[in-house]
């Protein structure tokens, strides 16, 4: 209320018109989310690599051991995080295929 004049709320300006809600496709979700999955399992076993290289460089290279025992518990832990994002998208995919076959009847492989 501004200036002493009322405004007036249409209902129906906040109305969702049916046809603009567009159904899930779980198919595409399932992909998607197996995808990131794959992606997720890339990067940890990269980082886990790196991490066991940087326990080598230790050895090898004990002049900067302590630059390399750094790197390589910051591998270790992306590739913790990786790998729990990985298990993260599993379940999403579990979950989408689960709904696919609910609200389809059919079971993604």
């Known amino acids: 209320m501004t200036g002493g004049k009322h405004h007036h709320h249409h209902h129906q300006h906040h109305r969702h018109v049916q046809e603009d809600i567009k159904p899930i496709d779980y198919a595409r979700e399932v992909k998607h989310h197996k995808h990131n999955e794959h992606l997720a399992e890339l990067g940890a076993i990269a980082a886990g690599a790196f991490a066991v290289h940087e326990k080598h460089m230790i050895k090898k290279d004990p002049t900067c051991a302590h630059t390399h025992k750094i790197e390589e518990e910051i591998a ?18 579990k979950e989408a295929r689960k709904h696919m076959k609910y609200h389809h ?4 492989v």
């Open 76 to 93: 270790a832990t992306i590739a913790v995080a990786a790998g729990g994002y990985a298990l993260h998208e599993h379940h999403e995919v």
């Open 105 to 108: 009847g059919h079971h993604f």
